[in-house]
């Protein structure tokens, strides 16, 4: 079955830089795009970063800049890169894929942007 598994959460100062990887299982990964959201107490869970099955990409218009998508699809694996870290990026990081008219989600990983 699908599997997603983050990793790479955790506590970073201000300014300070993470990258989360997403390994996958149990579907074609190079023919799917995959996506990184996040939660933040309180709030919705909204879509930071997504990248297609051909490299496209697109961002939250406030992580533009600062945040990168990439894929690996010799290892399954999808990243996200994050620079210049603030504590409004504080949240859980969820990754997504759509397999079979259904969506996947990872259990998520913590970031928590605080000095």
């Known amino acids: 079955q699908v599997q997603l598994v983050e990793s790479g959460g955790g506590l970073v100062q201000p300014g300070g830089s993470l990258r989360l990887s997403c390994a996958a299982s149990g579907f074609i990964f190079s023919i799917n795009a995959m996506g990184w959201y996040r939660q933040a107490p309180g709030k919705q869970r909204r879509l930071v970063a997504r990248?297609?099955?051909?490299?496209?990409?697109n961002y939250l218009d406030s992580v533009q800049g600062r945040f990168s998508i990439s894929r690996d699809n010799a290892k399954n694996t999808a990243y996200l890169q994050m620079n210049s870290l603030t504590a409004e990026d504080t949240a859980v990081y969820y990754c997504q894929t759509m397999w079979g008219g259904r969506d996947y989600w990872g259990k998520g990983t913590l970031v928590t942007v605080s000095s």
């Open positions: 990248i297609t099955s051909d490299g496209n990409t």
